[in-house]
């Protein structure tokens, strides 16, 4: 059973940088994909950035790129997600969640259907 305890959210200014970290464990294989998602007051749960573990492909959505992404830590079982520049509309609950997943990770991959989810950590950035 693939369990997953995230952590490091807080309050942070904009123009700020804040690590988030997930640790997983219960992964028997490298067919699994893992991804942060976040969900805003009154909007979708969307995609943040995720990694495919076969091939350490990484999908990061366009509103992040260049300023956030997914850092895998294999030793520790530990997926980090590096938030840099961050900006008001960033805050929301950001979730680590896991999925069996086969293939090179692109957009479609990168979607809030994964089976396996954490409880979710806050991220608020304000002034």
């Known amino acids: 059973q693939v369990q997953i305890v995230e952590s490091g959210g807080g309050l942070v200014q904009p123009g700020g940088s804040l690590r988030l970290s997930c640790e997983v464990s219960?992964?028997?294989?490298?067919?699994?994909?893992i991804g942060w998602f976040r969900q805003a007051p009154g909007k979708q749960r969307e995609g943040v950035s995720c990694i495919a573990l076969k091939d350490d492909s990484i999908y990061d959505h366009d509103s992040v790129k260049g300023r956030f992404t997914i850092v895998r830590d294999t030793a520790r079982n530990t997926f980090y997600l590096q938030m840099n520049s961050l900006t008001i509309e960033d805050t929301a609950v950001y979730y680590c969640a896991a999925d069996r997943f086969w293939g090179t990770m692109t957009e479609p991959d990168c979607l809030p259907y994964y089976g396996s989810w954490g409880q979710g950590t806050q991220v608020t950035v304000s002034p």
């Open positions: 219960g992964l028997t294989s490298r067919y699994w994909a």
